[in-house]
């Protein structure tokens, strides 16, 4: 157990970012006796917030919200000591020892250790009737919520290799997958192609765009009908009736803040040595979605967030 380092920051821990990483890292360094800060930033619980229910987390045999999932989580790491601040982080210097992040009201804090945890946000379509229906029917993780879709009518929309992959994924559950593309060719592996256009349950609209989504409205219960689909060679637009809207076009890791400081790839993701959370700066580490850009599950992300705290603890007591 970590007891004294010759380390000088104000805090032992700080944790920029929320949702299963972040909280289980939180979790993790608050039993280590660490008391972690945790920056919850913008959105406090990450992407789960706008998850109704989890059937795939272990230990929640008839599923959970989202939100719920997270505010226990959040409850656990307080229970052992962790700070939340809801704020967001802006702006980090990692040149020096300790370690310097300044949050939105221009607050500076240090600490010997930094936790990233900042995840990933699904690129959306940028209507506004997406926003309306997201977790009543629209959503961007088939494996998440393909299975609430059984013997119903979906669609998905995208051309790349996940897109292709979540239409396959979602024919186990629901009886009929539109896969809604705007141009001609998918950016897709020739091999994956081949594969969705000889699955006898999905059908193309290629050449298309989603106008809006279409549902209704009794409350505060809504619900997917279908959308407005046009052909943007033709202009033509129809409804199309469906229960779900899946969007893979791909994410986007919340790493702006860290360009040109910690080593990334092209698209944004965090990298760090194999097998471990470390980044290329000593007692920087980065776990979840913002690092992890194959599975980003909630599980993969809470077993990341434990790595991050297992790695956190023993560099501090290396640095004893």
């Known amino acids: 157990m970590y007891k004294m380092s010759g380390l000088k920051g104000q805090h032992k821990v700080i944790i920029i970012g929320t949702g299963p990483a972040g909280l289980t890292a939180a979790i993790y360094t608050a039993r280590a006796n660490l008391s972690p800060v ?15 229910d989890i059937e795939n987390y272990p230990g ?26 809801f704020k967001t982080i ?23 250790t930094v936790i990233i945890a900042t995840g990933a946000s699904a690129k959306y379509l940028g209507i506004e009737s997406e926003k309306k229906f997201m977790g009543a029917g629209v959503s961007a ?23 292709l992959e979540e239409a396959n994924y979602l024919t186990r559950h629901a009886s009929e997958v539109l896969l809604i593309h705007r141009r001609e060719e998918f950016r897709a592996s020739k091999i994956m192609v081949e594969r969705t256009q000889a699955n006898p349950k999905i059908k193309f609209a290629l050449n ?26 033709t202009g033509e637009t129809v409804l199309h009736e469906c229960e779900g809207v899946f969007i893979a076009i791909g994410h986007q890791p919340n790493t702006q803040i860290f360009n040109g400081i910690l080593d990334m790839n092209d698209v944004g993701y965090l ?7 470390k980044t290329k700066i000593e007692g920087v580490f980065a776990c979840g979605d913002a690092q992890d850009s194959v599975y980003r599950q909630a599980i993969t992300a809470a077993g990341t967030g434990c790595m991050a705290a297992i790695d956190v603890e023993r560099y501090l007591e290396s640095m004893e």
């Open 38 to 52: 945790i920056f919850e930033g913008s959105q406090p619980g990450g992407q789960l917030m706008i998850t109704t």
């Open 60 to 85: 929640f045999e008839n599923g959970i919200a989202g939100p719920v999932l997270m505010d226990i989580m959040r409850k656990q790491a307080q229970r052992f000591g962790a700070t939340s601040y």
């Open 90 to 112: 802006t702006k980090v210097d990692f040149s020096s020892k300790p370690h310097k992040v300044w949050a939105d009201d221009g607050t500076e804090y240090t600490a010997d």
């Open 141 to 163: 993780c088939a494996t998440c919520d393909g299975f609430f879709f059984r013997n119903q009518k979906v669609v998905v929309v995208g051309g790349g290799d996940t897109a």
């Open 208 to 233: 298309s765009v989603i106008e809006e989504v279409v549902g209704t409205e009794e409350g505060l219960r809504k619900a997917v009908t279908g959308i407005k689909l046009k052909n943007i060679k």
């Open 271 to 277: 990298e760090t040595a194999k097998s471990t959370t």
